[in-house]
């Protein structure tokens, strides 16, 4: 029972987390009309989330598993209700590209942290844990459309911002009552930072793989309001689209988590990778903004049972004292890869249309997911396998380089 309260507790922030870009997304095309800003511009305001959490991920995640996993998550926490502020009442693109600066470093402070707690606290149910965590990011991300749909109209661009910053505020309290098993002094890793994980050709195939998720999803993010509103669509669809798009994700979250943990998470990301560019590919070339938005809910479907898959892998073959490292590096390449991925489209999107847009995303998934089939070799098929100790977590497949 603890340790359902435990996750449905750093689920909660997650999702918080997730709403406030929910809310930047969906407003876009508002900061574009109303304040002038170009669509490439815009693409940087995407990016450089990616950017910050990327640097955020990699320097600090380690000190989560050195004893400080709690601090970490509390200063994420300030760090994102600043970042809401200055998005809730920046006008120019120097305010929001800070402000999106700063949510992107709250972020990759404090999901590493997140992510090492719950996985710690409950291996047996890696798989299912690790989907809860997608499905609340994912929850997170669809109600922030909602919530603008409901507050910019009749009280401004700033409302949704606002709301999502009180309602962290008031987290506080409660993650300051959840009991966190830090790290002993005994146990804990000397390594500063994480990269030398990656002498291990299992953990770079897992980076790989989720790499790829986040080639899908910068791109996605950055080009689906302006495309459907350059295609004359209307903009409840577009936000139906991204509310609708996330539901599988929510609901299927922690069944694709046990099923990566049970069939294997490379197999899983392999074939749900490989369908994600088929489905970016076809973004290029249908015909209407409708059309986009029917292939997108099978898409979503496909998303919801392989997306958490790169998260199962990670926790399978890293070692349990350098999980927050482990998970840091892969969320940092993978915001790095969506932070480039959504610069990329946003100017291939204004100079040489759509269709080279979402055709260069569907051919590097792809690569991706070769490369990490060649570094992950014949650990492709393995599967997860729990400990006998009940304080272990479920144990590396390969570790050495």
Request: with cysteine; hydrophobic share 55%.
């Amino acid at each position: 029972m603890y340790n359902r309260r435990l996750v449905l507790t750093f689920g909660l922030l997650t999702g918080l987390f997730a709403a406030g870009y929910g809310v930047m997304f969906t407003l876009l095309d508002d900061f574009r009309d109303r304040y002038g800003i170009s669509e490439s511009s815009l693409g940087m305001v995407v990016a450089v989330g990616f950017f910050a959490a990327f640097a955020a991920q990699v320097f600090f995640a380690p000190l989560a598993d050195r004893g400080y996993a709690r601090r970490l998550v509390n200063v994420g926490m300030v760090f994102n209700v600043g970042g809401l502020l200055m998005m809730a009442f920046g006008k120019t693109l120097v305010v929001l590209l800070l402000g999106r600066l700063v949510m992107g470093i709250g972020a990759g402070i404090a999901v590493p942290a997140i992510r090492r707690i719950v996985i710690l606290a409950d291996p047996e149910n890696l798989g299912s844990n690790i989907g809860r965590l997608l499905a609340a990011d994912v929850g997170g991300f669809a109600i922030g459309p909602a919530i603008s749909a409901v507050l910019v109209g009749p009280v401004g661009i700033a409302a949704p911002f606002l709301v999502i910053a009180v309602t962290t505020l008031a987290c506080f309290p409660v993650i300051a009552r959840a009991r966190v098993d830090e790290t002993s002094a005994e146990d804990q890793p000397t390594a500063r930072f994480a990269f030398d994980l990656l002498r291990s050709r299992t953990y770079l195939g897992a980076l790989l793989f989720g790499s790829a998720v986040f080639l899908m999803v910068g791109t996605f993010d950055a080009l689906w309001t302006l495309v459907l509103d350059d295609l004359r669509t209307a903009d409840w669809i577009a936000n139906l689209g991204i509310t609708l798009f996330a539901l599988p994700l929510i609901f299927l979250g922690s069944i694709g988590g046990r099923l990566a943990q049970r069939v294997g998470p490379f197999r899983v990301a392999t074939f749900g990778l490989l369908f994600g560019a088929c489905f970016m590919f076809s973004y290029g070339r249908l015909p209407t903004g409708l059309a986009m938005f029917c292939v997108a809910m099978v898409h979503a479907l496909n998303d919801g049972v392989s997306v958490a898959s790169s998260g199962v892998a990670v926790g399978v073959v890293a070692p349990k004292e350098r999980m927050a490292g482990a998970q840091g590096l892969l969320g940092g390449a993978q915001t790095l890869v969506g932070g480039i991925a959504a610069l990329i489209a946003g100017e291939l999107y204004q100079s040489h249309g759509r269709a080279t847009a979402y055709t260069v995303c569907a051919v590097l998934m792809t690569a991706f997911v070769g490369l990490g089939i060649f570094f992950v070799g014949s650990a492709w098929g393995a599967r997860p396998v729990v400990d006998d100790d009940a304080v272990a977590v479920v144990p590396a497949l390969v570790h050495e380089a």
